[in-house]
């Protein structure tokens, strides 16, 4: 049966779902600490508004080629019960399939381009700073006139560590490269490094969708940044997708969002910081 334990969801929360006599079997870090009971995954949230938005948008959604995990309502219908959400389960793990995550993210955002703005994306980021405050400001950080100036007042600012510090000279640097661009903003996933999910020659999968509103390439240049940066791909990944429009500015605008991400998140390591100054030296010599 679903009990109470460390990090496993609550028995209501089981019983809200309709799977109170199913043993939970841990999935780690593929579904975000999720729990697999059944064919159904039950997974903490961190954002209720984010994480229902995500629910209704993936009920309906379709796109080519993509296996989406789909909601899984409670019986009382509602997406998100007691900070868990439950959805059914696909096969897969990530893999260094990286253009095959490009490529992906191309189909996956011809679809979500009909999609409405969510209010919460139009929010600025606000104390007590909570994670997605953290990233909201990074990600505003990268098209503001005044880098991170969204971020004024959050934690750790006033202390950086030598890499932290770094990262702020970076971005700095980086920044007086920036220039307009006209690709228009819609919804995009831009979270795709790490989620995706393959299973042999079965279509990648996705299980959660992490909103922002930026042009379709910018959420390709993130995956293509944190490819190379963490995941161990060539710098010809570059290379292969620069036909995507306004690629160079996109690129330059991902690793800016990925620099201010290692400065503002408390749990960006040392570790982190090598691969993503090596790519932010790819990206200055495209720009």
Known sequence: MCAVSTGQPPQHVCSTFGLKDVEPIPLG??????????????????????????AKVRETLSVDGVRLARPVRSTDGRYVVSGWRADTFIEGSPEP????????????????????????????????????DLFAAADRAAWEPTPLRSARGAPGLDSLTPDRQRSMDMIGSLSTLRKPTTSPDQLVH????????????????????TPYWRPAAWAAAVAVVDAISWGGA???????????????????????????????????????FPGLARTADIVRMMV
């Open 190 to 209: 831009g979270d795709l490094f790490g989620t995706v999910l393959f299973a042999g020659s079965l279509a990648p999968g996705i299980t959660d969708i």
């Open 97 to 132: 399939r990286h253009d095959e995550v490009v490529s992906m993210s191309g189909r996956l955002h011809a679809a979500t381009a009909q999609l409405d703005k969510p209010r919460f994306l139009a929010q600025p980021p606000v104390a007590p700073w909570a994670e997605v």
């Open 234 to 272: 060539d710098e010809e990944l570059v290379v292969r997708w620069d036909e995507l429009p306004e690629w160079p500015q996109m690129m330059l605008r991902a690793v800016l969002f990925r620099l201010a991400v290692h400065v503002l998140h408390p749990r960006s390591t040392e570790a982190a």
């Open 29 to 54: 870090a593929d579904w975000d600490g999720g729990w697999l009971c059944g064919d159904v995954v039950l997974s903490p949230v961190a954002d209720h508004a984010r994480a229902a938005w995500s």
